[in-house]
Structures are given as C-alpha cells and as structure tokens.
T-cell receptor, first 116, second 112 residues
C-alpha cells in the first residue's frame, strides 16, 4: 500500500472538459511533485512544490494548472487537453528542510488519463 | 544535470544475486546517486541512495566506485517480485525540493 494517495485511478475526458487530479499525503512532507509518464517511457517531471510554493515548472503547457492548497494536498487542474496528453500522471512527496531535500520521494500509483 | 547510462535489460534466475550497473562519468562532487524501481502498474519506489561510501539497507546494497564514475545496485537474492525497471538517478540538492531526472533504466527479468 502506498502512502501517497491519488484519485481517481482512471479518468477519461473529452478535449473540451475540465477535470482535476488529486494527490494526498499525511507524512508531513513539505515537497510535492507531479510527473507524467507515457507508455514504456520513464517518468518526466512536470512541477515541484516546496512549502506550498511552486518552485519548479518544467515548461509545462498552461492547460495543466497545479495547485497546492495545503501541505497535504496537491491538485492538477486539466483544461482543453490534447490526445497526446494521454498518460499516467504520478504524484510524489518528500521531506524538505529549508527547501533542500535529499530524502527519497514517495510515489503514488498514478492516475491513468485518456483524452478522447 | 549529469547523465547516467544503464543496460536496457538484464536477466536473472530466482534466488541468485543480481548486479545492476550504472555509469555516470560526468558526476559532480555534490551529486547523490539514487536508485528507484518501478514494478508493473505501480509508481516508482525508492530503493537506496549514497554519495561516496557503499550503502546497505533491507532491500539492496549500493557499491560506489572510488572515482564515483560508476555504481552497482546489488540485489542479494532475486525473487520474482524484483522484476521491474530499475532507474539510476543523480540528484543535486537545490533549494526547491529535489529533481529526479529518470533515464531509460534497466528492465530486470527474473526467472524460476
């Protein structure tokens, strides 16, 4: 069982829909991450939040909008996605002291997103 | 970020040791070596990390070359559950959380 919970596990949406992915952890971690993983490829970092502030955006298109409402929650808001955005979206968290973290990242099992 | 090179795939028999190599010839003095694995239909899972000295934990051992240009993840007795993609990743501490840049990894197959 993973300590990082992602919902929903599967999501199918049309290109004009608006939906959100949710990630929750209760380990007291202050760094949280979103990754995108295409089939048979390694995960790619999208966003990093440190102490609820966005610290890294890997040039992700604006149709993906992250939000960190508190230290336990991380959302990814989706709008006007394209078929090529179909992928597994992974959330992770890690301890962070003063923004620096060499601690392991704990991953959820992801949301499998399909864009019709 | 410094890059890592791993074999695409390796095979092992159950109950035998497995040595998974990783080359990182451009590693800098402040880069940590992390290993993660990803089982089918799951998110990546942390395995072990180190800086200069060899490290052991309940899952595996990490052997780091003296010049730090390569490392080896050692699974002492492979089981079927160890069949996964293993990623060797270099991490440089930043002020905004750590940034994992996954390479293509090594697909480990374990047979009876």
């Amino acid at each position: 069982d993973t300590e990082v919970t992602q919902t929903p596990k599967h999501l199918v949406m049309g290109m004009t829909n608006k939906k959100s992915l949710k990630c929750e952890q209760h380990m007291g971690h202050r760094a949280m991450y979103w990754y995108k993983q295409k089939a048979k490829k390694p995960p790619e970092l999208m966003f990093v939040y440190s102490y609820e502030k966005l610290s890294i955006n890997e040039s992700v298109p604006s149709r993906f909008s992250p939000e960190c409402p508190n230290s336990s929650l991380l959302n990814l808001h989706l709008h006007a996605l394209q078929p090529e955005d179909s992928a597994l979206y992974l959330c992770a968290s890690s301890q962070s002291v003063d923004g620096y973290s060499n601690q392991p990242q704990h991953f959820g099992d992801g949301t499998r997103l399909s864009i019709l | 970020d410094a890059k890592t090179t791993q074999p695409n795939s390796m095979e092992s028999n159950e109950e035998e040791p497995v040595h998974l190599p990783c080359n990182h010839s451009t590693i800098s003095g402040t880069d940590y070596i992390h290993w993660y694995r990803q089982l089918p239909s799951q998110g990546p899972e942390y395995v072990i990390h180190g800086l200069t000295s060899n490290v052991n934990n309940r899952m595996a051992s990490l052997a780091i070359a003296e010049d730090r240009k390569s490392s080896t993840l050692i699974l002492h007795r492979a089981t079927l559950r160890d069949a996964a993609v293993y990623y060797c990743i270099l991490i440089r501490l930043t002020g905004g959380g750590n940034k994992l840049t996954f390479g293509t990894g090594t697909q480990l197959k374990v047979e009876l």
